[in-house]
Structure formats: structure tokens, C-alpha cells
């Protein structure tokens, strides 16, 4: 079934607001005070983001490709596998996609977001920092995780296997960035997709949140600009070795 170009945008808008809603609302769970699953743990989160990952791609990878990520968007142009004039929009819907869903996370959390009194607890339940305020080890973090992440789903929805089982392989990425977040989430998060830490951040510094303290742009443009570099390598090296 072919589908609209709107319905192709619409699916990336609700796709990414999904990811949201599982990933950083899994955060929320865990760091805030007097929630029901507080200091639940790691598990939790990254939990929370494989499920965020997986149901969209499960719900409109046969109708926009479910991106839900502008660094996988701009790294299949730049490599050919997606047309460019559809770029801009794909990236505008998966922006104001990042912005719903982390709104509806700061709306079901409120009270919790009320209470609680750690700055850091609540800047994490909206964008991503370094454990250890080091910013050639916030890059390389994300550069990596997205390559990994990038060339992984690639590889699994691509492959003979994954073509003819699409919910099949759609799970498996799903399972990616699970173990991507147990693995790789310790130093910064992560955020491995610019929408994904760029929205909730500018939600971070305008929304009136007692004791939020900063929003940290010093440091924005890193999981803006790492996610794109470590796509876009990630698609060579499937294109290169595995197409």
C-alpha cells in the first residue's frame, strides 16, 4: 500500500513522540521523587527505550521507514537511500514529534517534577550530560552508540530475514538499543538522536520547574552533531560492506 506523504510525516511525528513517552518518561519514573517505580534503576530506563524504539518502527516502519531520528534521516541522504527534499520535513515532524512527547511526559510527571528538589535528576529526565562534565568523552560516546545503533538496524531490517519478517527484525532493533543503553548509556544517557535531547532540552530552560537549575547549552550542540557524524559512518560502512 502506498501512503501519503502526509501520513509518511504523520508517522514520524508520532513515532518520535512515542519514543518520548516510553524513553524519557522511564526516566522521569525512575529519577523523580515519590514516583511509583523511583530509583527503580538502570534497567528500567533502558527498558524504556528499547520499548521506545521498537513500537514505532513496529507501528510505521512500512510507511515512513521509522526513522523517528534525524542523525538516521540525514546520514541515508547524504548516502543516497533517501531523497533530500524529504529531509527538511522528516526532521520537522520528528522535532515537534520529540517536543509533544516530552511535554506529555512533563504533564503526567508534574507533581513529581513539583517535588522534586535534584537539578541533575531533572535535567536527565528531559536531555542527556557527561557523567564526568568531559566533552571529548560526551562525543565519542554518542558518536559510537549511533554508529552501532545506525548500521544495527540497517543491517536487521534490510537482510533477507528482516525484509520478509519486518516485525520480526523491528523487534531486534528494538533489542538494540536496550542492550545500547545498558552497554553504552553510562557516560552520557544516551541520547544517540538530535530530536531526542535538543526538544526536551529547550522544554528544560522555558518550562517554570522548581529547582531545574541549567539547561546546560554549553554543551547542546554535542548530541546534535555526534549522532549525525557517527550515522552517517554507520551508513558507509552498510553500504559499503553489507549492501
Request: glycine letters at 12%; proline letters at 6%; charged letters at 10%.
Amino acid at each position: 500500500m502506498q501512503h501519503s506523504f502526509m501520513a509518511m510525516l504523520a508517522a514520524e511525528f508520532i513515532g518520535t513522540a512515542i519514543l518520548m513517552i516510553f524513553g524519557n518518561g522511564a526516566v522521569a519514573n525512575v529519577e523523580l521523587k515519590n514516583t511509583k517505580g523511583h530509583h527503580a534503576g538502570w534497567l528500567n530506563i533502558a527498558m524504556g527505550y528499547g520499548f521506545g524504539v521498537m513500537f514505532p518502527v513496529l507501528m510505521f516502519g512500512g510507511i515512513s521507514g521509522a526513522h523517528i531520528n534525524p542523525a538516521m534521516t540525514i546520514a541515508q541522504a547524504v548516502n543516497g537511500m533517501f531523497p533530500w527534499a524529504n529531509v527538511a520535513p522528516y526532521i520537522v515532524a520528528q522535532l515537534l514529534g520529540a517536543l509533544v512527547g516530552q511535554l506529555i511526559v512533563y504533564v503526567t510527571y508534574l507533581p513529581h517534577y513539583n517535588e522534586t528538589e535534584e537539578s541533575e535528576a531533572i535535567l536527565g529526565t528531559f536531555c542527556t550530560t557527561d557523567a564526568y562534565n568531559n566533552k571529548i568523552n560526551y562525543f565519542l560516546n554518542e558518536f559510537f552508540g549511533t554508529l552501532v545503533l545506525v548500521l544495527a538496524a540497517l543491517c536487521c531490517l534490510t537482510s533477507p530475514w528482516g525484509e520478509k519478517n519486518l516485525a520480526g527484525a523491528s523487534i531486534v532493533v528494538g533489542f538494540v538499543v536496550w542492550g545500547l543503553v545498558t552497554s553504552m548509556g553510562g557516560p552520557t544517557g544516551p541520547a544517540l538522536n538530535p530530536a531526542r535531547d535538543l526538544m526536551p532540552r529547550l522544554l528544560h530552560a522555558i518550562l517554570p520547574i522548581p529547582h531545574k537549575g541549567s539547561s546546560r547549552w554549553g554543551e547542546a550542540w554535542i548530541p546534535v552533531i555526534a549522532p549525525i557524524a557517527g550515522a552517517i559512518l554507520g551508513v558507509v560502512m552498510y553500504k559499503s560492506l553489507f549492501a
